[in-house]
C-alpha cells in the first residue's frame, strides 16, 4: 500500500508522504477553498506543521489521517480569513470573475451539481467531498473533520437531501 511506504515504524518520512499524498491533499483543498493557489497553500502550510511537529507525532502511521485533518483545518482558518476580510475591506474592486472559457469546460450539469454544492453549509460540504471525492469511510471523515460518525452520517443526508432537492432527482 502506498501509505505503509512513507512512514516507518520510528519516524515519518516526509519525502516520501509529499510525492505519495501532495496532489490529492491538493485536490482536497481546492475542492474546499474553490481555488487551486490558495489549495497549494493550504497544502504547503499542512506539511509545513507536519515537519516542524514530525518528532512529537505519537504515530508515525496516522500520517496522512494527520495531513487529512490539517487539510481540513487550514482551509477552515484560510475561508474564516477571507470571509472576515472581505466583510471588513468593502472597496470598490471590480468584480473577477472566473476564467471566460470556464463555462465551456465543464458540462451544464457538472455546472449546476457544483453550484449546489457550494450552496451547502461549510460541514455537509466537507463531508461530502471527504466522502465522495476522497472516497473515506464515515470513520475516516469522523477523524478528519473531528466530529463524530452519527454526524458524518447526519450531514451527508442533510446534503444529498439538499442537493436532490435543488437539483430535481430522487435522495440516495
Known amino acids: 500500500m502506498a501509505e ?8 515519518v518520512d516526509l519525502a516520501a508522504l509529499y510525492e505519495t499524498h501532495h496532489l490529492s491533499m ?12 490558495t489549495a497549494e497553500d493550504v497544502v504547503q502550510d ?8 514530525r518528532d512529537g507525532l505519537r504515530d508515525p502511521g496516522a500520517a ?20 472576515t476580510v472581505r466583510a471588513h475591506l468593502r472597496v470598490a474592486e471590480p468584480d473577477v470573475g472566473p476564467p471566460a472559457d470556464a463555462e465551456v469546460l465543464l458540462g451544464e450539469e457538472h455546472r449546476e451539481v457544483l453550484a449546489a454544492v457550494d450552496e451547502l453549509p ?12 476522497s472516497e473515506l469511510s464515515e470513520a475516516e471523515i469522523a477523524d478528519a473533520l ?27
Open 122 to 133: 461549510t460541514r455537509q460540504r466537507e463531508v461530502l467531498v471527504l466522502r465522495y471525492w
Open 46 to 53: 499542512a506539511f509545513l506543521g507536519m515537519h516542524r511537529r
Open 64 to 83: 496522512v489521517g494527520y495531513l487529512r485533518r490539517a487539510v481540513v483545518n487550514q482551509a477552515r482558518s484560510t475561508l474564516r480569513r477571507r470571509r
Open 26 to 37: 491538493v485536490r482536497l483543498a481546492r475542492l474546499l477553498v474553490d481555488d487551486l493557489a
Open 146 to 172: 473531528g466530529i463524530s460518525r452519527g454526524t458524518v452520517k447526519s450531514q451527508a443526508s442533510r446534503a444529498m437531501a439538499t442537493l436532490s432537492n435543488k437539483l430535481g432527482g430522487e435522495a440516495r
Open 4 to 11: 505503509a511506504s512513507s512512514v516507518t515504524e520510528e519516524n
